[in-house]
C-alpha cells in the first residue's frame, strides 16, 4: 500500500555492535531482515492509526511530515 502510494523503500547500513569481555567490535550491517522491515511497517502503522483517532478526537498532538508523495490527505 505505502509503495503504490509513492513511499521510498530506503535500505541504509546500520551499525552492529558485539562485545565480548574487553573487545568491542562495531560492523556496518547492510541489509534488513525480513522481522526488521515487519517492524518497521507495524511502527509505521500505529503512527497512522494514532494520527487517525487523535484526528477523529480532536486531540492535539505533534506532528511530522516528509514532502513529496500522491497521497491526498482528508
Given at each position: 500500500f505505502r509503495k503504490r502510494n509513492g513511499a521510498k523503500d530506503v535500505n541504509l547500513p546500520f551499525p552492529l555492535v558485539?562485545?565480548?569481555g574487553k573487545r568491542v567490535n562495531v560492523a556496518l550491517q547492510s541489509g534488513r531482515s525480513q522481522?526488521?522491515?515487519l517492524v518497521e511497517e507495524m511502527m509505521i502503522l500505529?503512527?497512522?492509526i494514532a494520527a487517525e483517532y487523535?484526528?477523529?478526537a480532536?486531540?492535539?498532538v505533534p506532528f511530522r511530515v516528509q514532502a513529496g508523495g500522491s497521497v491526498v490527505v482528508r
Open positions: 558485539t562485545v565480548r522481522s526488521r522491515m500505529g503512527g497512522e487523535a484526528k477523529k480532536a486531540i492535539p
